[in-house]
Structures are given as C-alpha cells and as structure tokens.
C-alpha cells in the first residue's frame, strides 16, 4: 500500500522569511511519480511539479524549490521568501507506475505567511 | 476557459435524497477521475475511467454511488440515498499523461 505523510499540519511564517513543507513517502513500486499540489482558500488543486523516481535531480522554479532523496524516501518543498500570496494548504502526492496513475495524498500542510 | 470544470458548485440536499454531480474535463485528456475530500484531510480517491470504460473503482465507493462517463467526455457521478457521512467536497480530475488537473469541485451538504 502507498502512504505519504506530512507531519506538518500547520506552518506560520512572516512575509520573507524561507519555508520547508516536508514529505514522505512509503510505497514497494520501483517506478513512481511524486506530485506538489496548492490548494488556496478558494479550494481548487492547482499542480505544482511532478518527480519521477528514477529521477533525482532537484528542481527549482522562481521562488520554489524540491529536494527528492530516494535514501529518506522524501519529497520536501521550500519556499523561498514568501509572500503573502503563498498562504494555501499544499499536498503531497504519490502514484505508482501502473497504468492508472491515481494519486495518493498526505493530509496537507497549512501553510500562512503574515504581512 | 480550457479548465476541468463541476457543476453544481454547491449542493445541500436531505438525507435519503439522490444527487447528481457534472464533470467536463479538459478537451481530448482521456483519463478522468474522481476523489473527496473531507474537511482537513487530502483527496481521496474513488474511481477512475480512461475513455469511457471505468477501470478502477475504490473501496470506498459504496454500491450508492455510482459514476459514468459515456462517449468518453463529460462525467456524472449519482450518490443514492445520500447519508450525512456523505458531506464532503468531490473532486474532478482530467489528464493525458502523469500530471491530473482538478476541478473547482462540488461541495456537498447533506442535512
């Protein structure tokens, strides 16, 4: 069975300042996608990156950045100098190399950044 | 718009009471799915079609609820009876490849 965690149910932050949301993930596919997903107060899932496991590299775009280690079965996000606008609730996804691609998400990290 | 879209937004309904919801997906995506959502967790998911044939249907998916998606474009899914445990947000997705993109979702009451 597959599992994500995310320990952090609520992260506060002021304007700025760097942010971690960690994840991770359980799964025995040898082949599996990892997904950030943002869900702001208006409540639609707007995708943010996908990882496959074969691919490790580290990925950053603008202000956000992903580090997936394999070793530690994790997938953490930061933000960098966050903004206001950052405040949401952010998931952590994980689907198998099967055929049907359905996700699997953590239970969320709210994440508010104050002026 | 080019996006997944629901409709209803919003739906309050009596126990007992059966319940429709639409989903469009994004033109030509052929894989389509649908999750819930309740209150401080993360979607889960419930059933899942690729063109119009349903290949994947979770255990939580109840014999009430059922989902179709003929000609392989729009989808409804029906909860019969609905039950307050029912309460919840339903999520469309659509996608061609790994990544899925949601919908705005349906928000279900169930007094």
């Known amino acids: 069975a597959q599992k994500v965690t995310q320990a952090q149910t609520e992260i506060s932050v002021v304007e700025k300042e760097d942010v971690t949301l960690d994840c991770v993930y359980e799964t025995r596919d040898t082949t599996y996608y990892?997904?950030?997903?943002?869900?702001?107060?208006?409540?639609?899932?707007?995708?943010?990156?996908?990882?496959?496991?074969?691919?490790?590299?580290?990925?950053?775009?603008?202000?956000?950045?992903?580090?997936?280690?394999?070793?530690?079965?994790s997938f953490n996000f930061t933000i960098t100098a966050s903004q206001v606008v950052d405040s949401a609730v952010y998931f952590c996804a994980l689907s198998s190399g099967g055929s049907n691609y359905k996700l699997t998400f953590g239970k969320g990290t709210l994440l508010t950044v104050n002026p | 718009?080019?996006?997944?879209?629901?409709?209803?937004?919003?739906?309050?309904?009596?126990?007992?009471?059966?319940?429709?919801?639409?989903?469009?997906?994004?033109?030509?995506?052929?894989?389509?799915?649908?999750?819930?959502?309740?209150?401080?967790?993360?979607?889960?998911?419930?059933?899942?079609?690729?063109?119009?044939?349903?290949?994947?249907?979770s255990r939580l998916l109840s014999d009430r609820f059922s989902a179709e998606r003929p000609k392989g474009s729009f989808s409804t899914l029906e909860i019969q009876r609905t039950e307050q445990g029912d309460s919840a947000m339903y999520l469309c997705a659509s996608s061609f490849g790994h990544e899925q993109f949601f919908g705005p979702g349906t928000r279900l009451t169930v007094l």
């Open chain 2, 1 to 57: 718009d080019t996006g997944v879209s629901q409709d209803p937004r919003h739906k309050i309904t009596k126990r007992g009471q059966n319940v429709t919801f639409r989903c469009d997906p994004i033109s030509e995506h052929n894989r389509l799915y649908w999750y819930r959502q309740t209150l401080g967790q993360g979607p889960e998911f419930l059933t899942y079609f690729q063109n119009e044939a349903q290949l994947e249907k």
């Open chain 1, 34 to 73: 990892l997904f950030w997903y943002k869900q702001p107060p208006s409540g639609e899932l707007v995708f943010l990156i996908r990882r496959n496991s074969f691919d490790e590299q580290n990925e950053i775009s603008g202000r956000y950045s992903w580090n997936f280690q394999k070793s530690t079965s």
